[in-house]
């Protein structure tokens, strides 16, 4: 979609109504911004029943503003990484003047600035796109007080629409375009800032502020109740499972065979949902990992996709739409009887360029953008498919004729270059002809190839209603006629009596396609409108879904949200209120990890909650499909009986003998192992995040020996190491780096990503780090159980999990229980007990101390029994006593060897010679 048509839809949908939380942007001061707890007494927890439709919309406001406020202040923290571009000329736009509209928030009284439209040009790396927010500013702001310290004192403004190559922004205080323009070779310099996007905070401020739109499905949710007894129940007149098993079963005989029990009972309620007339339904889809959610989704969609019921797929993320839209078009393309016949009716649009859709050569078929491009030139009148049918039968009907016009044609040109080059004569002109029998294999070349890619290209991009399967068989007739006629010409000319048949027939079939009528008109927006109305199955984001709620949006029926659990509920209410929807059915895990909040205000008002999340709570019926197929016994044991009460069984395939894989000799690479690294060390990062390098060095030492057996025994492996802090996820990468790059052809691939990063991946082979090493049992955000869930359950044949035993056992969460089941199962071993593993701790402690002057001093005593005469006790740990007392030193001295004494602590022997002045001066 390209930067117009986006802003189109963002001002159709609803810039006006979304224009009141950017007045409330607007509104906040430099301080206001930077006040962490600026909204703390004003955003309330979010319920989990409501009363009223009005209720339930308005309880998402205040967490939305808080967490766009949370959004701005952290990019407010990080200014001197935003990207930034030059602003070559402002100018006021003729929207500039007053306000037309008042707009009051929910949760402030708010009037709406002066409406201050400029139009702006700029140049730089950083392209500005429609829903940006970005300061405006003339120097490069280091931090916030910067942007107080330029000409224009905090000026922000939000990137309203792109034409051309031009910005139209609403600013939030008004500019002097004087100084922005060329005048006797002089102009003052001005930057955009990028702050950040406000699209999907727009979008769901518009859904929870629509006064206009259908909310058939939210009254239904809002009418469930706690332990409802109806909830997620089908409709006993249309749900007929007999009836449905046998079609699809008879239809679909292989895909059907190779679903479950519980996979099929879920794939015949959606099909039953897309019958019913007599009620609204909102159905929930349990899909712990591995149990087959995206084939039972992508099965379901197929059925949908024959059944023809209109229906729309979102999912939080991009990567999430493209996993589920893959499946479906791969299921739909075994299936296609007709070439592409049929891929018409499946759409998927969103950002191209964020989707990576050019990787994905079986979607980029179904993208909306490409289709339009396509269809656009198809139905041009000039150079389209009446164009190239109408040369084509005037080819094949009379090709002396179109001969005769083009010697005519030929020989107007000569004349007209015949005083210019009159050394050339008649008799070498006429040698520059084509003779009929060319010219006719040239001409029909040339119209019947783009013929053929203009017909393909109709029945592949335009929906089944708008081209019937007549039409297709006739235009995939034609195209083989046409291949015959080519073949014929090549060996035995243009005179030939079977060549005149196929020609006759050829020119039949052509003039048959004349009923078939392309639009009239090509226009982008047209076609758009077009494809969006005819389409079966449609395929975006949550936040997308805001582009179909344009005027005259042909109703959908069913709504399909994958991944549901990680979308937050206000944001679902976007696609839950498009028109017509009857039904919708949430696929997805409360178990597993929830959506992403900034703000820990909003956190606390349960803003992250989704409504698959809320529904379950309320005891909303839930279809669990409830065997896994991805991870061995010994893996899936505890997360099954820790996560799901033992309600999930593990499929045939990884009960079989070759699912059992060994990548590495030794009983600690086993399937499933805990290997305690006793001598790690926790450290913080330049930023907040936490490190272990010792782990570091575990995992480089594991990856450098897989790849090593991987060249010996060319057993395909991937890798996957999963850490949950950012640091170690940037250590570890940059660690193992010359084996991440490694040729994909090679089937030795290894991936490092965060624990966010991994939901919904996996990998033949998964390590773990989980960093945390102090003793206390300090384990932070580690302790979350849904975290928990997805790191243990990405692996397929093996895992291996690094920790500090002591820290994590004494953390009393989710890893003791870990902890203690692997000694249980004889499945916990110390690393130190592998003579490699040992080495490179070693070598990693020994680097880090190099790094480091003070653990570099404290390790001589890292032996040295140490007692305090203040506890009862005595700790045979001298080395963090020892550094966190000389933190705080300025100056070292070399001392002798001896005793020191002091009032709190007694060394027995010094073995090191020298002690830092400020401990020695309060001994002595």
């Known amino acids: 979609m390209d930067r117009q048509d986006e802003s189109n839809k963002l001002n159709n949908y609803g810039f006006a109504a979304g224009r009141g939380l950017i007045n409330v942007v607007f509104s906040w001061s430099p301080k206001d911004v930077l006040n962490a707890k600026l909204y703390e007494n004003k955003v309330t927890k979010i319920p989990e029943t409501f009363s009223t439709t009005t209720s339930y919309m308005k309880s998402f406001i205040p967490s939305l503003v808080e967490e766009t406020h949370a959004d701005l202040l952290s990019s407010m923290t990080n200014l001197s990484k935003a990207p930034t571009c030059e602003i070559r000329t402002v100018t006021a736009s003729e929207k500039h003047g007053p306000p037309k509209i008042r707009i009051v928030t929910a949760s402030e009284n708010h009037g709406p600035p002066k409406d201050l439209f400029y139009d702006v040009t700029c140049v730089g790396t950083y392209v500005p796109q429609v829903g940006d927010l970005i300061a405006l500013t003339d120097i490069k702001p280091k931090c916030v007080d910067d942007l107080n310290r330029s000409r224009n004192s905090y000026l922000i403004a939000y990137v309203h629409q792109i034409r051309d190559n031009n910005l139209s922004i609403l600013s939030s205080k008004h500019i002097d375009t004087r100084g922005y323009t060329y005048a006797a070779g002089k102009r003052e310099t001005m930057l955009a800032v990028y702050l950040m996007n406000m699209t999907t905070n727009i979008r769901v401020w518009k859904a929870l502020n629509s006064d206009d739109a259908n909310t058939n499905l939210i009254k239904t949710l809002l009418q469930l109740q706690p332990s409802s007894s109806h909830g997620g129940s089908s409709c006993t007149i249309c749900f007929s499972k007999e009836k449905r098993f046998v079609s699809l079963s008879t239809k679909w005989p292989e895909m059907w065979c190779d679903l479950n029990e519980s996979q099929k009972a879920a794939v015949l309620n959606s099909i039953s949902l897309s019958k019913c007339q007599h009620q609204n339904s909102i159905n929930l889809i349990w899909g712990p990992p591995g149990t087959g959610k995206t084939k039972t989704v992508g099965i379901s969609l197929f059925a949908l996709y024959k059944f023809k019921c209109r229906t729309l797929t979102c999912a939080p993320t991009n990567i999430a739409v493209l996993e589920v839209t893959d499946r479906l078009v791969k299921l739909v393309n075994q299936s296609l009887k007709y070439d592409k016949y049929g891929l ?354 575990v995992v480089y030492e594991m ?179 020892f550094r966190r007392g000389v933190r705080s030193s300025k100056v070292i001295r070399p001392v002798a060897a001896g005793v020191v004494r002091s009032s709190r602590m007694e060394v027995v022997a010094i073995t090191h010679r020298t002690i830092w002045d400020d401990h020695r001066h309060s001994r002595m």
């Open 344 to 697: 018409g009716d499946i759409i998927l649009f969103g950002n191209g360029e964020r989707m990576k859709i050019g990787s994905y050569n079986d979607l980029f078929e179904v993208f909306l953008d490409r289709r339009i491009s396509i269809l656009t030139k198809c139905f041009s009148p000039s150079s389209g498919w009446n164009h190239w049918l109408e040369l084509m039968i005037s080819l094949l009907e009379n090709p002396e004729k179109q001969y005769s016009l083009y010697i005519k044609e030929k020989q107007k040109h000569d004349e007209q270059h015949k005083e210019s080059e009159s050394s050339n004569s008649t008799s070498d002109d006429k040698n520059d002809f084509l003779t009929f029998e060319e010219f006719v294999k040239d001409r029909f070349d040339f119209i019947g190839e783009l013929l053929k890619v203009c017909m393909v290209n109709l029945y592949t991009h335009l929906p089944t209603s708008c081209i019937s399967l007549e039409v297709v068989k006739d235009m995939i007739r034609v195209a083989g006629l046409l291949k015959s006629i080519q073949s014929i010409f090549s060996c035995a000319g243009v005179a030939n009596e079977q060549l005149k048949l196929l020609q006759e027939d050829c020119t039949r079939t052509l003039k048959s396609l004349r009923a078939f009528a392309v639009p009239n008109s090509n226009d982008a927006q047209t076609i758009r409108n077009l494809c969006l109305a005819k389409a079966c199955l449609i395929f975006c984001t949550a936040s997308s879904s805001a582009r179909l709620h344009t005027e005259g949006m042909v109703p959908l029926e069913l709504l399909v949200i994958d991944e549901a659990a990680q979308l937050k509920e206000c944001e679902s209410t976007i696609p839950l209120q498009l028109p017509g929807l009857r039904h919708a059915i949430l696929i997805g895990d409360e178990r597993q990890l929830p959506a992403i909040v900034k703000s820990q205000i909003s956190e606390k008002a349960e803003f992250g909650r989704s409504l698959f999340e809320r529904l379950v709570l309320l005891g909303h019926k839930k279809h669990l499909l409830n065997v896994q197929y991805r991870m061995h016994p010994s893996i899936s044991l505890f997360p099954k009986m820790e996560f799901y009460d033992n309600q999930i069984l593990d499929g045939p395939n990884v009960n079989e003998v070759s699912y059992n894989k060994c990548f590495l000799d030794g009983k600690m690479y086993g399937s499933y192992s805990f290997i305690n690294i006793a001598n790690g060390k926790e450290e913080r990062d330049r930023g907040s995040s936490l490190k272990n390098v010792a782990e570091v060095a």
């Open 703 to 881: 990856v450098s020996s897989l790849y090593k057996e991987f060249t010996r025994t060319k057993m395909k492996v991937s890798v996957g190491v999963i850490s949950p802090y950012t640091a170690q996820v940037n250590a570890i990468q940059e660690r193992v780096k010359e084996y991440s790059e490694v040729p994909a052809r090679s089937d030795f691939s290894v991936s490092v990503r965060s624990v966010d990063g991994f939901q919904g991946g996996e990998a033949d082979l998964i390590i773990i780090s989980t960093v945390r090493c102090n003793g206390k049992g300090s384990v932070g955000f580690l302790s979350n159980r849904q975290r928990a869930n997805v790191v243990l359950t990405r692996a397929r044949h093996c895992l291996w999990i690094l920790g500090h035993e002591s820290t994590l056992i004494n953390s009393n969460s989710i890893w003791k229980k870990l902890i203690l089941d692997a000694k249980k199962r004889e499945c916990f071993f110390n690393a130190d007990e592998d003579e490699k593993l040992a080495q490179a701790i070693s070598a990693a402690q020994s680097s880090c101390d190099e790094d480091d002057p003070i653990e570099h001093l404290a390790r001589p005593f890292s032996s040295l029994r140490l007692t305090d005469r203040t506890a009862e006790t005595s700790t045979p740990t001298y080395r963090n006593n």
